[in-house]
């Protein structure tokens, strides 16, 4: 028998044959979250990003907590305990349905609950995570302010000691979750330095409008969030961590899903190209069957698979306690990259009809604008990675 007779035949959802690096856990994992996408998401999305909203978003966080989505990368308190690649797997399928539902896992678990997790007292840790896990009470994050984005040193956002109290003043800005939450995880100044604070969302003088007319993100929660002379007990600071490397580690490991999350959007872009392409006739046969229809193809396809295969490879980093913030910043500063080109082409293969929300292709494109600066944009992960292979620091 010929050495060829005994490969494999070659598949093109997976021609690099990526799934041979998988157990049969991670498959497990991944087949759950995609049949759960499928079912609750993939039918009403479009429909939700045309009216900009996400209804029932209650009702969709208890069913993620159910099938161990939320917090699924952290140990004990009611969370999954999964390893990195599969807390990976989980949001390239959450975000091949649409970005906003990946952001809503993403803010519960790798930043308002890996907060709690990693810095928060036992107390702070048993009220809160294991209800987090489960969907009973949404999360968000507050680090982001109207006039400090990529600055978080600079922001205004204060707290100060009066007797046993904390009281908080400041404004945060595009926080997702933030009018449907339960517990916001509060970034602010304090004479000590930067402290993270648990703030409950029914405290007096906190508020959450939430932020309206989005181009981009249309099926989340996005809010500003209102801090007016909030009064907490001493006892509300998380007491793990003083400075920015508390809010900038949350950001690493939030980063670290969007780097498989990008992934994700970017195959459900070139999914829709390839059916496209396949049944959609000019001159008489398929476009499919043109040299630059394919050489199109091709490419997203290379790109595609590349990025998962990094994202692959990071996950595995994580897992072993070997993944640097720096490689973190690789991953997500070409994998957001990549997707958009993805997206931007598939777009050209389907022509008018791309630009149609019958396909996915340009929400996903609109989503992965908002994907590709928050969370650090192109230029912050340029100079994280300058700084790295230089040794010179560009950000003074």
Known sequence: MSASAQLPPFDPAD????????????????????????????????????????????ELARELGGIGALGMSLEGYGCAGASAVQYGLACLELEAA?????????????????????FGSEEQKQRWLPRMAAGEVIGCFGLTEPDHGSDPASMRTYAKRDGGDWVLNGRKMWITNGSV????????????????????????????????????????????????????????????????KGPLSCLSHARYGIVWGAMGAARSCFEAAVDYARSREQFGR?????????????????????????????????????????????????????????????????GANGISLEYPVMRHATNL???????????????VLGKALTGIDAFR
Not at 226 to 233: H, K, S, Y
Request: charged residues 25%; proline residues 5%.
């Open 369 to 383: 604008e908002s994907v590709l600066t928050y969370e650090g944009t192109v230029e912050m992960h340029q100079l």
């Open 98 to 118: 649409d970005s906003g539902i990946r952001s809503l896992v993403s803010v519960q678990g790798s930043l308002a609950m890996y907060a709690v997790h990693r």
């Open 15 to 58: 021609p690099l044959g990526l799934d041979d690096l998988l157990e049969p856990e991670d498959l497990a994992v991944r087949d759950t979250v995609r049949t759960w996408a499928a079912d609750r998401v993939l039918p009403y999305v479009a429909d939700w990003y045309e009216k900009g909203e996400l209804p029932g978003i209650r």
């Open 286 to 350: 398929p476009i499919g069957g043109f040299q630059l229809t394919q050489a199109k193809l091709a490419d997203m396809a290379v790109e595609l698979h590349k990025g998962i295969l990094l994202a692959h490879h990071l996950g595995r980093r994580m897992d072993a306690g070997r993944l640097r913030p720096e490689q973190v910043s690789f991953g997500k500063l070409n994998n957001v990259r990549e997707a958009i080109d993805i997206c931007r082409t598939a777009r050209t293969v389907l």
């Open 181 to 244: 939450a339960g517990v916001a995880v509060v970034w602010a100044r304090t004479d000590e330095g930067i402290r993270g604070f648990v703030v409950p969302t029914d405290s007096a003088g906190f508020s959450a409008p939430e932020i309206r007319h989005k181009w981009s993100l249309r099926a989340s929660v996005t809010s500003e969030l209102v801090l007016d002379d909030v009064r907490l007990p001493a006892d509300a600071v998380l007491p793990g961590v003083t400075g920015l």
